[in-house]
T-cell receptor
Framework: DQQVKQNSPSLSVQEGRISILNCDYT??????FLWYKKYPAEGPTFLIS?????DKNEDGRFTVFLNKSAKHLSLHIVPSQPGDSAVYFC?????????????FGKGITLSVRP | NAGVTQTPKFQVLKTGQSMTLQCAQD?????MYWYRQDPGMGLRLIYY???????DKGEVPNGYNVSRLNKREFSLRLESAAPSQTSVYFC????????????FGNGTRLTVT
């Protein structure tokens, strides 16, 4: 039972254009959402997060949008750069007392063409 | 400023052998986690430790044991390795009880033949 879904396994975008990465979730108890970026042979690196009390969070070229009614979030990268080519994981957690575990999607491989 | 350090980086085991993956963090985090990453499966939680002295099972705990040695260190043990445990293993740490990101190590690539 996959609670965090990234249905598109890959995305290819031209340098300078917008990259939109999508993520859906099924667990209504999730209240904190994150995006991680992963290069080959490295660990995932935190990129940006959003709490369920917000619908948008922006950090430089990266913006995350949250639509709670649709249980959907998306990551926008503008403008896309070749160095953005990596695997992007969507993750979610629900605060349950002292433990806050992250549930990850399967990841999307982003390729930014020069 | 090391963050989360995992050893070894690579390991090859024969079926039935045992080994321990080591993880240490220097960020004074209370919570530590072990994930595995398999192709097409994302990252799945094996075990976690919300604080020193406590451990709990995650999504895929079978075939593994863990030890929270102290606040800094959290080890993962395979008692009798199986080919299905061929994977990349990531350790992570984070602050307990607040919405904050986890910080990951660079992983251990394990092959079981």
């Amino acid at each position: 039972d996959q609670q965090v879904k990234q249905n598109s396994p890959s995305l290819s975008v031209q340098e300078g254009r917008i990259s939109i990465l999508n993520c859906d979730y099924t667990n209504s108890m999730f209240d904190y959402f994150l995006w991680y970026k992963k290069y080959p042979a490295e660990g995932p690196t935190f990129l940006i997060s959003i709490s369920s009390i917000k619908d948008k969070n922006e950090d430089g070229r990266f913006t995350v949008f949250l639509n709670k009614s649709a249980k959907h979030l998306s990551l926008h990268i503008v403008p896309s750069q070749p160095g953005d080519s990596a695997v992007y994981f969507c993750a979610a957690s629900g605060y349950t007392g002292a433990n806050s575990k992250l549930t990850f999607g399967k990841g999307i491989t982003l390729s930014v063409r020069p | 400023n090391a963050g989360v350090t995992q050893t070894p980086k690579f390991q090859v085991l024969k079926t039935g052998q045992s080994m321990t993956l080591q993880c240490a963090q220097d960020m004074n985090h209370n919570s530590m986690y072990w994930y595995r990453q398999d192709p097409g499966m994302g990252l799945r939680l094996i075990y976690y430790s919300a604080s020193e002295g406590t451990t709990d099972k995650g999504e895929v705990p079978n075939g593994y044991n863990v030890s929270r040695l102290n606040k800094r260190e959290f080890s993962l043990r395979l008692e009798s390795a199986a080919p299905s445990q061929t994977s990349v293993y990531f350790c992570a740490s984070g602050r307990q009880g607040v919405n904050s990101p986890l910080h990951f190590g660079n992983g251990t690539r394990l092959t079981v033949t």
